[in-house]
């Protein structure tokens, strides 16, 4: 190695056996101690690689967990990089191993970060991206369909393969991971979640962010809250139903595609290739239904407080009982017009107190701020965009020891048009504008949230009147 720029600093290389990657990767070491990641590819991959290092210096700069891109060159064995090394676990050996409250936190660190991956734009010159997909896939399906490998219900998936191109038409385009798995991140020693081992795929890296997810759907029979918590933590929220049609078609074409190969070059790992292939169509119940029988869709997690408000550092899942000397964030959110009425909602008939109407308000989610749970509820409820800089917090306090919630109160001041709102399924179904004195009748009438909820109300509208 000491023809690698700086390789007579090493006095250690540990060879990295982990994984199928052509590259040779190693843990070497100076002698100064540290530790860096080299890795050795053919000299034929020398443009795409140095292509791949150019990235990795762009994302290195959205300030993401990774192992840092130093040094970039040829030696006598191929194209080598050096990157800097991370101590810590495979998160494929311990996610198992942890509560899965906290394998569904570390998906949603893990989805925040293939978001921030995704900022990176394809170059403007970059080709379709359907044809530059189907160029490679056409030709892996029809080798699949003459590999001579046939199990239950393979018809099905060719089907929809040929009915559903559709779907990969006028995508976006951007950077990248190209095999963003449990496989391929670490539990650091600061208990953070780091991305390793980038790969150059048969689209350069380039190409539609969500084909990225097909390697979080395989992590899936090891950690359905893993999965679900990088999917939600990708999109802030519940995906849109799209991504679902267009992730089962990226599955199966990636089924085809790797049965196909397998059964050239590693038949013995054929039965396996297979028993997955059959346990996907058993996630999507034969092809009918795009969203995965593994994904936690109603799956919420709450940052666990103690008796002063502060964050414990353990999570709770709710619907189940909290611990005593447990509690956790919740908000309540008024918006009032220049006419001094406020905007009321009325929950749906199928909610714990059926038809009562109510200021909105919810739960904060791990992770989120509480502003940041004002705006999400709003938003969630009535479709409504609140202006922050129209916010103010009011007042935070426990609403009662029993209960487990502290409240934090906010007042926004903000004209909204009742004809714009959107009522979310199974939340709200009606709202109106009304004073305060309204409210109160409402509430002695037993048909606004009694004053339990809102204790403070009276003395917010003293306090904070127009």
């Not at 169509?281 to 940052?303: A, C, I």
Request: overall charge negative; glycine content about 8%; some cysteine.
């Amino acid at each position: 190695m000491t023809d690698i720029l700086g390789g007579e600093r090493f006095v250690a290389a540990m060879p990295i056996e982990k994984g199928w990657s052509e590259d040779k990767k190693y843990c070497v070491t100076n002698t100064n101690g540290e530790k860096y990641l080299l890795r050795i590819t053919p000299i034929e991959r020398y443009e795409n690689r140095k292509a791949l290092f150019a990235m990795l210096e762009q994302v290195a700069t959205l300030n993401i967990p990774m192992c840092l891109p130093i040094e970039f060159g040829t030696c006598a064995n191929g194209v080598y990089s050096l990157q800097s090394w991370i101590d810590g676990e495979d998160l494929e050996t311990i996610l198992p191993l942890l509560p899965e409250t906290e394998q569904y936190v570390l998906g949603l660190k893990s989805g925040e970060i293939l978001r921030k991956i995704h900022n990176l734009s394809a170059p403007e010159n970059t080709a379709e991206w359907d044809a530059r997909y189907f160029n490679v896939m056409d030709e892996r399906i029809v080798a699949f369909q003459h590999c001579g490998v046939s199990f239950d219900n393979d018809s099905l998936i060719l089907d929809f393969l040929k009915n559903n191109r559709h779907l990969l038409y006028n995508r976006q385009q951007c950077f990248r991971h190209g095999d963003y798995s449990i496989g391929n991140m670490i539990i650091s020693d600061t208990k953070d979640i780091a991305v390793i081992d980038w790969e150059v795929d048969d689209f350069d890296n380039y190409g539609d962010p969500w084909l990225d997810f097909t390697d979080v759907v395989w992590g899936a029979d090891k950690s359905p809250h893993f999965a679900s918590g990088l999917i939600k933590g990708y999109f802030g929220n519940e995906p849109p139903y799209e991504f679902w049609e267009r992730l089962m078609f990226y599955v199966f074409t990636g089924i085809t595609s790797s049965i196909q190969w397998v059964a050239r070059t590693h038949k013995e790992a054929l039965e396996n290739e297979i028993r997955l292939c059959g346990e996907a169509l058993r996630w999507y119940d034969n092809m009918k239904n795009p969203v995965p029988t593994w994904y936690l869709s109603g799956y919420e997690v709450w940052d666990v407080l103690d008796a002063d408000g502060n964050k414990t550092g353990r999570f709770h899942e709710r619907g189940k009982p909290m611990a005593t000397g447990e509690y956790h964030l919740e908000v309540s959110v008024w918006i009032e017009n220049d006419n001094g009425e406020y905007l009321i909602s009325q929950r749906s008939p199928n909610k714990t107190h059926p038809n009562m109407w109510e200021c909105t308000g919810g739960n904060a989610v791990t992770g989120d701020d509480s502003l940041t749970t004002a705006l999400k509820e709003v938003k969630e409820e009535l479709g409504v965009v609140l202006d922050p800089q129209n916010g103010r917090l009011l007042c935070h306090h426990l609403r009662c020891p029993e209960c487990g919630g502290f409240i934090d109160v906010w007042l926004f001041r903000q004209n909204i048009d009742i004809s714009t709102i959107i009522f979310a399924p199974n939340e709200t179904c009606n709202a109106m504008w009304v004073s305060a004195d309204r409210i109160r009748e409402m509430m002695a009438a037993g048909e606004f949230l009694s004053e339990w909820f809102y204790p403070y109300f009276d003395e917010m509208v003293k306090k904070y009147e127009r």
